[in-house]
């Protein structure tokens, strides 16, 4: 239930939205001009490949979509369920996301794919975890969801009818979120190549370090079941 997402969880659905917006531009922009952050075009393109008899490109767009999936199965191993709880493991998935992300950086300065797929499995777990903490409400690195979520209320406002206004103040967040990502990030790759990366792995690594200390200064509250 949106209208029971706690404060943190709204300011932590907007920043991880900001990293998936970077990291995802940093795709686009580099070597391989792919998107990391979701898997629909990657999985077209795996299609095309694979009828095209493109081995090598239909391999290397394979392990794409393996390393984010990859990232999601790591996420599920360790947070577990949908039921958000403080002192849950969130925080140690945000440190691996930062790690990952800083690891890929000087393989993409090499220009080694294994950069892109440390970074799809980064977008992975991230998404995974979202999802898990707040019962697949919250997608942080696509936007198809919080787009199609929006026409629908807009389609229900034309109608007259009511409009969750949470749900709606949460799409404009992720999408804000993610739009502010792509911005910043173009930005610094112009200066600053593949280690605009670096960025979001602060980031992330902050919000787990923020996270773990919130929940130190906390009684472990009891669960809230958003599914």
């Given at each position: 239930m949106i209208s029971r997402l706690p404060r943190w969880v709204?300011?932590?659905?907007?920043l991880l939205?900001?990293?998936?917006?970077?990291?995802?531009?940093?795709g686009l922009l580099g070597f391989e001009h792919g998107a990391v952050s979701h898997l629909t075009g990657t999985t077209s393109l795996l299609g095309a490949a694979l009828a095209r008899a493109e081995l090598i490109q239909a391999t290397q767009l394979f392990l794409l979509v393996f390393s984010f999936l990859a990232g999601a199965v790591l996420s599920g191993i360790i947070?577990?369920?949908?039921?958000?709880?403080?002192?849950?493991?969130?925080?140690?998935?945000l440190f691996l996301e930062a790690i990952l992300l800083m690891i890929a950086v000087p393989l993409l300065q090499r220009q080694s794919h294994l950069g892109t797929y440390l970074a799809?499995?980064?977008?992975?777990?991230?998404?995974?975890?979202v999802s898990t903490f707040s019962g697949a409400v919250i997608r942080t690195t696509h936007l198809s969801g919080m787009f199609t979520d929006l026409g629908i209320f807009l389609g229900h406002t034309i109608r007259g009818l009511p409009v969750d206004k949470r749900r709606l103040q949460l799409c404009f967040?992720?999408?804000?979120?993610?739009?502010?990502?792509?911005v910043c990030g173009?930005?610094?790759f112009a200066r600053s190549g593949y280690a605009t990366l670096y960025f979001?792995?602060?980031?992330?690594?902050?919000?787990a370090l923020g996270y773990t200390l919130y929940t130190l200064s906390r009684?472990?509250?009891?669960?809230v079941n958003l599914s």
């Open positions: 709204w300011a932590g659905a907007w939205a900001l990293v998936a917006g970077m990291i995802n531009v940093v947070i577990q369920d949908s039921t958000l709880k403080l002192g849950r493991h969130y925080g140690f998935v799809a499995c980064a977008c992975g777990l991230q998404n995974a975890m967040l992720i999408i804000s979120g993610f739009l502010c990502g792509g173009t930005f610094i979001p792995a602060i980031l992330t690594g902050s919000a009684k472990p509250s009891s669960a």
